[in-house]
Structures are given as C-alpha cells and as structure tokens.
Nanobody, 126 residues
Framework: QVQLEESGGGVVQAGGSLRLSCAPS????????MGWFRQAPGKERQFVAA????????FYGDSVKGRFTVSRDNAKNTVALQMNGLKPEDTAVYYC???????????????????WGPGTQVTVSS
C-alpha cells in the first residue's frame, strides 16, 4: 500500500506559476511510475502528466503541453509538477497517482494507477 500526499496548491493569477509536489508517506516510491490528474467541478478526471520511474519517459495531456513539466527526484522521494502560464481553465483539484507497473500498460487512464493522493486545490483567477 502506498499513501500519497500532494502539496503546493493555492490561488494564483492567470499567467502565474505553481509547483506541486507529491511524496509517499512511510515508504519510498519503489519503481513506480507516477502520474498527475486533475478534476474540475462537474467534469471527468483528466490526465495531466506522467513520468516513468527512471524519469526517462514523460507524457503530457494536450492542454498542458509546453506549459507544465513533470519531474522526479528518487533520492528525495518526490515527484513535482511545475505549472507555468496558468490559465483559469487549469483550475481544478490536482491528484498524484502511482502505477506499480511503471507505465508499462499505459499512462493516460485512471485505471493504470493503483494508488492516489487526496488532491490539492489549484485556483487560477482571471
């Protein structure tokens, strides 16, 4: 069992930046692939970004390409999502998730991930 916790959410003006972090409690990430998803009120949970255990493979949703960057530091046991050029439509609860199969069977679907954090709110004001 992996318990994940996100941090770094908040309120920012359009065009601004935020950096989200995700860390497991009580253990290391092991060799898990990690993903970020978001969910706005009344909408489906949407894939944002994913990164393999080695960091050698990264993937992004179309709406965030060129603005968001996913990274990880396995020595520090953290995964980060750097969000630049934020837009009001980026407002959502952001979740990190862990995949025991290191993204072998996909990365864009919620079904690929076994463990989830409780989420952190990101609000972008216009």
């Amino acid at each position: 069992q992996v318990q994940l916790e996100e941090s770094g959410g908040g309120v920012v003006q359009a065009g601004g930046s935020l950096r989200l972090s995700c860390a497991p409690s009580g253990r290391t990430f092991g060799n898990y692939g990690m993903g970020w998803f978001r969910q706005a009120p009344g909408k489906e949970r949407q894939f944002v970004a994913a990164i393999s255990w080695s960091g050698g493979r990264t993937f992004y949703g179309d709406s965030v390409k060129g603005r968001f960057t996913v990274s990880r530091d396995n020595a520090k046991n953290t995964v980060a999502l750097q969000m630049n050029g934020l837009k009001p439509e980026d407002t959502a609860v952001y979740y990190c998730a862990a995949d025991r199969e290191d993204l072998t069977y996909g990365y864009g679907s919620r079904r690929s991930y076994e463990f989830w954090g409780p989420g952190t709110q990101v609000t972008v004001s216009s």
